[in-house]
């Protein structure tokens, strides 16, 4: 990407050069100014409920060990080890009052406090010949969480998760609070794709034009209550500073019998309206929009649809959160979470569970639809003939640049941001907008090495709102 100033003019404008979708080039410069920087989800906190609970997470190259220590405060460090730089945590997933190193035995608490040397007197000279006291496993620059979402950035200086996220919060809530229970997810499920990751994080932040071609069949066979393919064109999209969406226009009713169309009980949507904004309550009881798919830049992706699981009329709604963890330029590892209300009936989890598997699962109907042009497309960017291709990103605008289809008025769309109707590429082009502006920026500088030590030691989680409500929840469950 020798001229990259260009490319980078030529992605603002919508014209998106096809060689950024399988470019070694590009993806170096993404990994030192974009992913180096941005906010990253990388777990759930009812994944870690208990004590000692944690999980092991890979951002790009960088393992890290997210724990809930033994005073139940989250922390995520990096998992490697301070003496020779083994991966001290090897397992997946577990409870752990400790994590020993394989390699030569050190030990650390899960707090990431070294506590064990194997032999420290007569290799080390006991604690005056090395001190113990204040080595840690290296803490991620920041971490924070929303709604019991953990995010990292390997940015020291990243802006607060709050300020990066902004409006889209607002989005988030839809998915990711739906009583004061919190959410509970199940997963991952993980697998790997030969296809560049942006691919997925565009599809998912506004392609409301492939749904009725690409996922034909699924139409065909009567998935879905709405069978029709102008269905989508009804929906807006709609973006709020990071991140953002599609939604499908529900039919006439209150905010109740919308809930229940799309599958809610009762009891659930008693529950949503006792946590949901006036906003939130509007865009689905006045405006008339259900949300769908979503994008969060960089590389994290939400569902939400209510398919048909059995022969009958009845459809059940799921939410799926997922990560694009690039692998390389073209290879990506997809974690896909399958996330329910906790508070939720047991049939309700166990039947929206079934829906999720059915349609995004890894191999889930959708996913192997749209899996297959995304391989493809990275493939053929490889190509000398892409280099010559400017791919056609503008859909939604005139050629002057004015919008086929106004903004909706506040009356409208009762949520932040800039929302519109109908078919358009607005969110995939602001997605690469701020990704061309991270590429414009200058590489993050590495913090000074030193052992174990910097960053003041230990740095539990910074909670956002939210989270502590869904964490009493939890201990309480727990009691
Ligand atoms: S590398 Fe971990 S104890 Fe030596
Ligand atoms: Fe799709």
């Known amino acids: 990407m020798s001229d990259h100033r260009q490319v980078l003019d030529e992605v603002r404008r919508g014209m998106i050069p096809a060689h ?32 000692g609970d944690y999980v092991v997470r890979r951002l790009l190259n960088d393992s890290f060990i997210i724990a809930r220590d033994s005073k139940g405060d989250v922390r995520a460090m990096f998992n490697m080890c301070l003496h020779r ?47 113990r006291r204040g080595q840690t496993l290296l803490p991620a620059p920041n971490l924070a969480s929303y709604n019991g979402m953990i995010f990292i950035s390997l940015d020291p200086q990243a802006p607060p998760l709050e300020e990066f996220l902004g409006d889209f919060r607002f989005y ?27 691919i997925g994080v565009e599809n998912f932040a506004g392609d409301m034009y492939h749904t009725p071609h690409t996922h034909a069949s699924v139409v065909d066979i009567g998935l879905f209550r709405e069978p029709k393919a102008q269905k989508r ?72 649809n209510w398919p048909k699981i059995q022969d009958s009329d009845d459809v059940l709604p799921f939410i799926s959160i997922r990560t694009w963890q690039p692998i390389s330029e073209n290879e990506t590892e997809v974690y896909s979470w399958f996330a329910v209300d906790a508070a939720a009936p047991e049939q309700f989890k166990k039947d929206s569970y079934k829906a999720y598997l059915m349609c995004f699962g890894s191999t889930g109907m959708f996913e192997q ?26 859909m939604g605008l005139l050629a002057d640049d004015t919008p086929v289809v106004n903004a909706l008025p506040p009356e409208q769309f009762h949520g932040p941001g800039t929302a519109q109707v109908g078919y358009n590429e607005n969110n995939q082009r602001a997605i690469l907008r701020m990704w061309a502006d991270h590429l414009q920026m200058p590489p993050v500088a590495a913090a ?29 469950a727990q009691a």
């Open 20 to 51: 950024i979708y399988n470019d070694a080039e590009v993806f170096e410069l993404e990994k030192g100014r974009l992913f180096r920087r941005a906010w990253m989800f990388v777990a759930h906190e009812s994944e870690i409920p208990q004590d």
């Open 85 to 131: 730089g083994m991966q001290v945590c090897r397992a997946e997933m577990g409870n752990a009052s400790n994590f020993r190193c394989p390699y030569h035995g050190w030990s650390y608490r899960n707090d990431g406090r070294l506590t064990g040397l194997p032999f420290h007197q007569e290799a080390y000279g006991g604690e005056a010949g090395f001190q």
């Open 172 to 198: 988030l809530d839809f998915y990711t609070k739906q009583s004061r229970s919190g959410l509970e997810v199940r997963g991952p499920q993980r697998w790997r794709i030969k296809a560049n990751w942006k």
């Open 233 to 304: 064109k009804d929906g807006a999209t709609y973006w709020a500073t990071c991140g953002g969406g599609t939604t499908y226009k529900l039919p006439p009713g209150t905010f109740e019998e919308r809930m229940r169309y799309v599958g809610y009980p009762d009891e659930m949507i008693d529950r949503i309206r006792n946590v949901w904004s006036p906003e939130h309550l509007r865009v689905v009881g006045d405006d008339g929009f259900m949300i769908s798919a979503a994008s969060c830049f960089p590389n994290m992706s939400l569902v939400h």
């Open 369 to 394: 639809d749209d899996v297959e042009n995304w391989v493809s497309l990275t493939n053929t960017a490889a190509g000398s003939m892409a280099r010559q291709l400017l791919l056609n990103s503008r």
């Open 448 to 476: 000074a090495a030193a052992m174990g030590t910097q960053l003041n030691g230990i740095t539990p989680l910074v909670q956002t709102n939210g989270t502590s409500e869904c964490e009493a929840a939890f201990k309480e």
